[in-house]
Nanobody, 119 residues
């Protein structure tokens, strides 16, 4: 089965940067649409960024211009570069894989990595 492992989270101050990584194993990574999600305390999990297998990228409005999603298929890794971090970015960040770009959806999930941004 596909396994996803996130890393790169931590405790930072507002304005700092972090790069999250998600390494996939057990599947055909290059064929997958990959997404980054986040979940803050008391909130529902929400999409942050998507890198479709077609190469199309998507960002939620609140992070567009600050975050960049990228992938290295040779390393089976998707990244989320987060710049100009804000306290509202504090959340557990998850990567997820959608093997068929919409169907059946994001069926593989990592365990998450904590990002905490202090003011």
């Amino acid at each position: 089965q596909v396994q996803l492992v996130e890393s790169g989270g931590g405790l930072v101050q507002a304005g700092d940067s972090l790069r999250l990584s998600c390494v996939a194993s057990g599947g055909t990574f290059s064929s997958y649409t990959m997404g980054w999600f986040r979940q803050a305390p008391g909130e529902e999990r929400a999409i942050v960024a998507v890198f479709r297998r077609s190469g199309i990228r998507y960002y939620v409005d609140s992070v567009r211009g600050r975050f960049t999603i990228s992938r290295d298929n040779a390393k089976n890794t998707v990244y989320l570069q987060m710049n100009s971090l804000k306290p509202d970015d504090t959340a557990v960040y998850y990567c997820a894989a959608d093997p068929l770009d919409g169907s059946p959806g994001y069926i593989y999930w990592g365990q998450g990595t904590q990002v905490t941004v202090s003011s």
